[in-house]
């Protein structure tokens, strides 16, 4: 429920608010059950290391979130040495609370004898959670075994775990799928935890293919029955609900809710936690992370993208490099004046913030606003110019939009600023291709040599010095690189220094008329970060090599702007 938008335009002088009140029908609070280190390990793509997992373990206490389920201990190597190096002492949480994930014992199997409760315990967390068959089909399909074992199943593993002294919650595997097609069987399984002591009942829609009114009603149901225990949601994205799914068992009284750093997961991910935690807090009122924390989201959200090999998503709700982007003339100018008028939350509150996007549809306020983040002082004259000289870039192939480090550049060089650190004279890149070459013994599949050198020599001034030097790497890109960071390193100058810190984190390629063929105009653009700042730099050229050189120095331009 949120507050009502006043219908009088005369209250323009204030600000509307951007935050919802809470219905006294939903829950105060929900806990905030993460899995990314196990069910968002299964998303294509993603390969974690023990390192990895307690890097990451570590950016989700920073988070706050309640608990932080570690993987699946016994299953693989990577997930024994990260449970215990956690024991150890290498993982000190703070608010969060770390959880082992297994199963239920085997059919016609002892507790006692069973090696995957075995191997949960071995892993001594004090929380652990283990998942149940609550679907008639797949205890008489994949496991073989009657309905009366599989609930047997459920409430002896749950009584054994905490007989140990462990906390137990129970993921009900495909839950909604068997509460459609057989409830009786499905609340038999949900009681069998319940009466054993187990702590969460949480939800699973494990196919992912379940909508919000199925999800409300189900929930609703087990909420009424097992109301006394905390009910939780754990939804998969194959429908695009994961998170409305979610949003709609809180509505019917869940309280605990799984899901994901950027929605990682398998097949098409679970539930993105970087987008429930702000609807939650941000628009229903419930408290989720501690508050003072919801500001770190989405820098944790890129840094965990950072650490899973995986470029962040820009249109990612809250979070994402264009959740608060505005191009069109007319929202800069009346969000410059009413920032509630384009943006539903005040992005500052997830860790965001807002950004005008350059390009020949930006008019002169955008212009103007983006010199004022940049700290630039334009004129009226020179903020015409800046537009005029924009379009004909973007004519010509630039999209600044993407690389907001050489539009700052470009508005630098409007003003009267040059570049003064170095000077381009020249540089040559040779790349040599023969079978010859140690990696080119054997043909790859395909049936081609791999054995390539590549070289290249840059000429450049800085100063009054003329600094010659040549540098190889994997491509030509990396030999620019490479040979311009030996050229600067010969030279006394400490700004260059910050050059150290400096490392390309991304290359794209784009051909701009495809119908040149291997002629045609190509844009590149580069992403580079110095550990606290993220840029994009682009160049355009008919030569892959000179468009990259033009990238690769305005990054470097710009890391040295500081």
């Not at 608010?17 to 006294?24: K, L, N, Q, T, Y």
């Not at 929202?331 to 997830?350: L, N």
């Not at 540089?427 to 290249?456: K, W």
């Given at each position: 429920?949120?507050?009502?938008i006043p219908a009088?335009?005369?209250?323009?002088?204030?600000?509307?608010?951007?935050?919802?009140?809470?219905?006294?029908?939903?829950?105060?609070?929900?806990?905030?059950?993460?899995?990314?280190?196990?069910?968002?390990?299964?998303?294509?793509?993603?390969?974690?290391?023990?390192?990895?997992?307690?890097?990451?373990?570590?950016?989700?206490?920073?988070?706050?979130?309640?608990?932080?389920?570690?993987?699946?201990?016994?299953?693989?190597?990577?997930?024994?040495?990260?449970?215990?190096?956690?024991?150890?002492?290498?993982?000190?949480?703070?608010?969060?609370?770390?959880?082992?994930?297994?199963?239920?014992?085997?059919?016609?199997?002892?507790?006692?004898?069973?090696?995957?409760?075995?191997?949960?315990?071995?892993?001594?967390?004090?929380?652990?959670?283990?998942?149940?068959?609550?679907?008639?089909?797949?205890?008489?399909?994949?496991l073989r075994t009657?309905?009366?074992?599989?609930?047997?199943?459920?409430?002896?593993?749950?009584?054994?775990?905490?007989?140990?002294?462990?906390?137990?919650?129970?993921?009900?595997?495909?839950?909604?799928?068997?509460?459609?097609?057989?409830?009786?069987?499905?609340?038999?399984?949900?009681?069998?935890?319940?009466?054993?002591?187990?702590?969460?009942?949480?939800?699973?829609?494990?196919?992912?293919?379940?909508?919000?009114?199925?999800?409300?009603?189900?929930?609703?149901?087990?909420?009424?029955?097992?109301?006394?225990?905390?009910?939780?949601?754990?939804?998969?994205?194959?429908?695009?609900?994961?998170?409305?799914?979610?949003?709609?068992?809180?509505?019917?009284?869940?309280?605990?809710?799984?899901?994901?750093?950027?929605?990682?997961?398998?097949?098409?991910?679970?539930?993105?936690?970087?987008?429930?935690?702000?609807?939650?807090?941000?628009?229903?009122?419930?408290?989720?992370?501690?508050?003072?924390?919801?500001?770190?989201?989405?820098?944790?959200?890129?840094?965990?993208?950072?650490?899973?090999?995986?470029?962040?998503?820009?249109?990612?709700?809250?979070?994402?490099?264009?959740?608060?982007?505005?191009?069109?003339?007319?929202?800069?100018?009346?969000?410059?004046?009413?920032?509630?008028?384009?943006?539903?939350?005040?992005?500052?509150?997830?860790?965001?913030?807002?950004?005008?996007?350059?390009?020949?549809?930006?008019?002169?306020?955008?212009?103007?606003?983006?010199?004022?983040?940049?700290?630039?002082?334009?004129?009226?004259?020179?903020?015409?110019?800046?537009?005029?000289?924009?379009?004909?870039?973007?004519?010509?192939?630039?999209?600044?939009?993407?690389?907001?480090?050489?539009?700052?550049?470009?508005?630098?060089?409007?003003?009267?600023?040059?570049?003064?650190?170095?000077?381009?004279?020249?540089?040559?890149?040779?790349?040599?291709?023969?079978?010859?070459?140690?990696?080119?013994?054997?043909?790859?599949?395909?049936?081609?040599?791999?054995?390539?050198?590549?070289?290249?020599?840059?000429?450049?001034?800085?100063?009054?010095?003329?600094?010659?030097?040549?540098?190889?790497?994997?491509?030509?890109?990396?030999?620019?690189?490479?040979?311009?960071?030996?050229?600067?390193?010969?030279?006394?100058?400490?700004?260059?220094?910050?050059?150290?810190?400096?490392?390309?984190?991304?290359?794209?390629?784009?051909?701009?008329?495809?119908?040149?063929?291997?002629?045609?105009?190509?844009?590149?653009?580069?992403?580079?970060?110095?550990?606290?700042?993220?840029?994009?730099?682009?160049?355009?050229?008919?030569?892959?090599i000179e468009a990259?050189?033009?990238?690769?120095?305005?990054?470097?331009?710009?890391?040295?702007?500081?």
């Amino acid at each position: 429920m949120n507050e009502p938008i006043p219908a009088d335009p005369s209250v323009g002088a204030t600000e509307i608010s951007r935050r919802g009140v809470r219905d006294p029908r939903w829950p105060e609070a929900v806990d905030i059950f993460d899995t990314t280190l196990r069910d968002g390990s299964q998303f294509e793509g993603i390969a974690l290391t023990a390192d990895d997992k307690l890097k990451i373990a570590r950016l989700l206490d920073d988070l706050g979130v309640h608990f932080i389920e570690g993987g699946w201990p016994g299953a693989n190597p990577r997930d024994d040495e990260f449970f215990r190096r956690a024991a150890e002492g290498e993982l000190k949480l703070g608010p969060s609370t770390l959880v082992a994930f297994g199963s239920t014992r085997r059919p016609k199997g002892k507790v006692d004898a069973d090696q995957t409760l075995a191997n949960l315990l071995a892993a001594r967390t004090d929380v652990v959670c283990i998942v149940a068959k609550s679907w008639d089909y797949h205890v008489t399909q994949a496991l073989r075994t009657t309905l009366d074992e599989g609930v047997a199943m459920i409430g002896d593993s749950v009584r054994y775990l905490i007989d140990q002294g462990r906390r137990v919650f129970v993921d009900f595997e495909h839950f909604f799928d068997g509460y459609k097609r057989n409830p009786e069987f499905t609340l038999r399984a949900v009681e069998a935890a319940a009466v054993a002591g187990a702590e969460a009942l949480v939800l699973c829609d494990t196919n992912g293919g379940s909508l919000p009114h199925e999800v409300e009603s189900a929930t609703a149901a087990i909420v009424s029955a097992f109301g006394d225990l905390t009910i939780g949601m754990h939804t998969q994205n194959d429908t695009g609900c994961a998170v409305a799914n979610a949003v709609a068992g809180v509505r019917a009284g869940a309280t605990h809710v799984q899901g994901t750093i950027n929605g990682y997961g398998e097949r098409t991910g679970n539930c993105d936690l970087t987008t429930f935690i702000p609807n939650m807090t941000l628009k229903m009122g419930i408290a989720t992370v501690p508050e003072d924390r919801l500001v770190r989201l989405s820098s944790i959200s890129h840094h965990v993208a950072e650490l899973v090999n995986l470029p962040p998503m820009p249109q990612q709700p809250y979070v994402g490099q264009s959740a608060f982007a505005h191009k069109a003339g007319l929202h800069t100018s009346a969000i410059a004046r009413r920032p509630d008028a384009y943006e539903h939350v005040d992005p500052a509150e997830v860790g965001n913030g807002t950004r005008f996007l350059v390009s020949d549809l930006s008019g002169r306020s955008t212009l103007e606003l983006k010199a004022q983040d940049m700290g630039l002082d334009v004129d009226g004259g020179q903020l015409g110019a800046i537009l005029d000289e924009l379009k004909k870039l973007e004519h010509a192939g630039y999209h600044f939009e993407a690389a907001d480090a050489s539009l700052e550049l470009l508005m630098r060089r409007a003003t009267g600023w040059r570049n003064d650190f170095f000077e381009l004279e020249s540089f040559r890149v040779m790349v040599e291709h023969r079978p010859g070459l140690p990696m080119a013994a054997e043909q790859n599949p395909l049936g081609h040599y791999d054995g390539v050198e590549t070289e290249a020599t840059i000429k450049i001034r800085i100063g009054d010095e003329r600094v010659v030097a040549t540098g190889e790497g994997n491509g030509p890109v990396n030999a620019l690189d490479a040979a311009f960071r030996l050229a600067v390193a010969r030279v006394d100058a400490p700004d260059f220094a910050a050059l150290d810190r400096v490392r390309l984190t991304d290359y794209k390629v784009r051909i701009i008329d495809s119908s040149e063929g291997t002629g045609a105009i190509t844009r590149v653009l580069i992403d580079a970060t110095d550990g606290e700042r993220h840029w994009s730099t682009l160049g355009v050229s008919e030569n892959i090599i000179e468009a990259s050189w033009q990238a690769l120095a305005d990054s470097m331009i710009y890391a040295l702007l500081g």
